[in-house]
């Protein structure tokens, strides 16, 4: 019903910038909770950044609040992640998902009901 493209990760030096995108397609008429996880190897998917559906308010982890930021072009139906200040351990690939009833922020991975594959970003040192 509802579709998630991630796209504009790559390989980057620590310092870089980069700017995620994620296209929903599908079911457009309505507007959804979003956000954006990471999992790099051997790790557990964590939560990076969220906004609820109205796109008024957003939350971040600890360890990229003040360097990433979340927005929404509504028009577009495409959802963002700023990545400035970028870390060697920012690397993982990202995930980008929308809750389907809740309109509310969640950080939670089950919180989510639909979810994009992926896009791989990695910093080098």
């Known amino acids: 019903q509802v579709q998630l493209v991630e796209s504009g990760g790559g390989l980057v030096q620590a310092g870089d910038s980069l700017r995620l995108s994620c296209a929903v397609s599908g079911r457009t008429d309505n507007n959804y909770a979003m956000g954006w996880f990471r999992q790099a190897p051997g790790k557990e998917r964590e939560f990076v950044a969220a906004?609820?559906?109205?796109?008024?308010?957003?939350v971040y982890s600890a360890s990229v609040k003040d360097r990433f930021a979340v927005s929404k072009d509504h028009a577009k139906n495409t959802m963002y992640l700023q990545m400035n200040n970028l870390k060697p351990e920012d690397t993982a690939v990202y995930f980008c998902?929308?809750?389907?009833?809740?309109?509310?922020?969640?950080?939670?991975?089950?919180?989510?009901?639909?979810w994009g594959q992926g896009t791989q970003v990695t910093v080098s040192a």
């Open positions: 906004f609820d559906r109205s796109a008024q308010f957003s």
């Open positions: 998902a929308a809750r389907a009833t809740e309109e509310t922020i969640s950080s939670m991975v089950s919180g989510y009901d639909y």
